[in-house]
């Protein structure tokens, strides 16, 4: 069917466009990945690369320039805090003292509108009405990472969280993590079985925390619950007072045992049980962002602590197709999972294959499960806001990457600096050494540069690696 005849229909064709409004299309995005694996720079080099899409030439729908606009709308959740886009751009492009954005501390979302011009030919793409464009709206969420392993506790009860939790303080303690000491010998001060003291309460959720805020600062994961690092809305909330205690099975019903373990059955029911119903399982795509060079860099405990908190964390999604009659019988599914190294920028290009692989080594059971599930996956390497230029040092001939860097100074200056990376170990190797239980990796420590944004004009487009490809991978399919 062609495009209808303005002039023929006149004002029958007004009053069919007024009472048969153009269908647009909804795509919820999933920002998934733990504390600093660059969520919030995906999300804001994402929106901005779409509202200046011109060098976007991985994706087709920009390729071919039918992207014809995008604009932020108000998110139809109004009671959810809106993603601060505006401020974070401002914090990374600068012509003054650009620097990356601070940490994700509440949830906030973001609408991002796409006036899309149809593809012609497309039969599947085709209004009856012969409209040339569409609508098709994107939902990003973006959360703290510590509120994802919070996922993790859903299956589980208070006796088995602390036996988790008790076990890991007793095997740290052991080795002679001071932190863990501490919350031990307070804890073996206090009588749990007798009626609740409060003070002895706040006593140990405060020495418990401060052990997880440790372990976080070292690099580890699965540093259960989140919002004792993140609280958000919920700071001081007597929710949040509770912390791991041996099982008693004589505890008197007004205990501090048996308190702690209705505040545990509370913050699963009341904190991570809404948020996953309410915005994790209306997801329809999602990008796993992975920052597999800091957890090298932290050693093989965090190493091995990231991939079983993520396989956890991805056991809970439901991947598989988006039936539209499925759909009302059950759960939505999750259609397409981007596994994604971060930090591609870091490295020279020849190191980029050998990145790739690291989501796959170490995520391998979940991209398995999510491809028998139904859910096409992909992985790749990708820089969301590029830092660096790719130098050869003429002397050694050494490939590598020169960016800005953070002098040290009191003053926050910044120096160009040449770092030469070198290559990235072997995958199986580290996780082998990783699964062993090894303290150090046995070809030494392992370090990677840190770069700051450059200066430069918010007229400019922003530089990335494969952000393009990664996007015709998520959504190009609905563009």
């Known amino acids: 069917m062609g495009r209808m ?67 932020l709308e108000s998110h139809p959740e109004g009671a959810i805090p809106r993603f601060p886009f505006e401020d974070h751009l401002r914090t990374v492009v600068s012509q003054d003292k650009p620097a990356w954005p601070e940490g994700t501390k509440r949830l906030s979302k973001l609408r991002l509108s796409l006036r899309i011009h149809r593809k012609p ?18 939902d990003i969420i973006d959360f703290p990472g510590e509120w994802l392993i919070d996922l993790t506790m859903m299956d589980k009860d208070f006796a088995s969280w602390s036996v988790e939790c008790l076990e890991r303080i007793t095997f740290e303690a052991l080795d002679g993590r001071e932190e863990a ?26 020495a418990f925390t401060t052990y997880l805020k440790v372990l976080k600062k070292d690099g580890y994961s699965r540093c259960t619950p989140g919002r004792f690092l993140e609280p958000g809305d919920l700071e001081n909330a007597a929710i949040l007072t509770f912390a791991p205690l041996h099982s008693r ?44 060079m800091a957890a090298i860099q932290a050693g093989p405990g965090p190493f091995e602590d990231q991939r079983k908190a993520m396989k956890d964390i991805l056991s809970v999604f439901q991947p598989g197709w988006n039936l539209w009659l499925t759909e009302l019988f059950q759960d939505r599914k999750v259609e397409k999972i981007l596994f994604a190294a971060t930090k591609a920028d870091h490295l020279h290009h020849s190191q980029h294959d050998k990145l790739s692989t690291y989501p796959d080594g170490v995520l391998r059971e979940s991209v398995q499960r999510a491809d028998d599930k139904g859910a096409k996956t992909k992985v790749m390497s990708i820089a969301a806001l590029k830092v660096t230029e790719e130098h050869t040092l003429t002397k050694d001939n050494v490939e590598g990457v020169c960016g800005w860097q953070l002098s040290g100074k009191d003053d926050d200056s910044s120096q160009r600096w040449f770092e030469s990376p070198g290559t990235l170990p072997d995958i199986g190797a580290l996780l082998k050494e990783a699964t062993q239980g090894e303290k150090e990796w046995r070809d030494g420590p392992q370090s990677f540069p840190e770069f700051q944004p450059e200066p430069r004009s918010r007229e400019q487009p922003l530089p990335h690696i494969r952000l393009d490809k990664a996007l015709e991978f998520l959504i190009g399919d609905l563009l």
């Open 121 to 138: 030919g497309n039969l599947l793409d085709r209004d009856w009405l012969g409209r040339p464009e569409k609508t098709v709206h994107l």
């Open 5 to 71: 005849d303005k002039t023929a229909g006149g004002a029958m064709w007004e009053f069919v466009e007024a009472v048969v409004p153009e269908r647009e299309r909804v795509i919820r995005l999933g920002v998934t990945g733990l504390s600093r694996a660059g969520k919030t720079v995906f999300i804001t080099s994402l929106v901005a690369s779409l509202k200046n899409s011109d060098k976007m030439v991985e994706l087709v729908a920009a390729r071919e320039g039918r992207i014809k606009a995008a604009n």
């Open 181 to 206: 000491m501490n919350y031990l010998k307070r804890l073996k001060r206090i009588n749990t079985e007798i009626k609740l003291d409060e003070e002895d309460a706040q006593s140990l959720a405060r």
């Open 249 to 292: 099975d004589k505890a008197v019903k007004e205990s501090l045992y048996k308190k702690f373990e209705s505040r545990f059955e509370a913050y699963k029911k009341q904190v991570i049980q809404p948020f996953f119903g309410n915005h994790l399982s209306k997801i329809h795509r999602q990008v796993v962002l992975v920052d597999v």
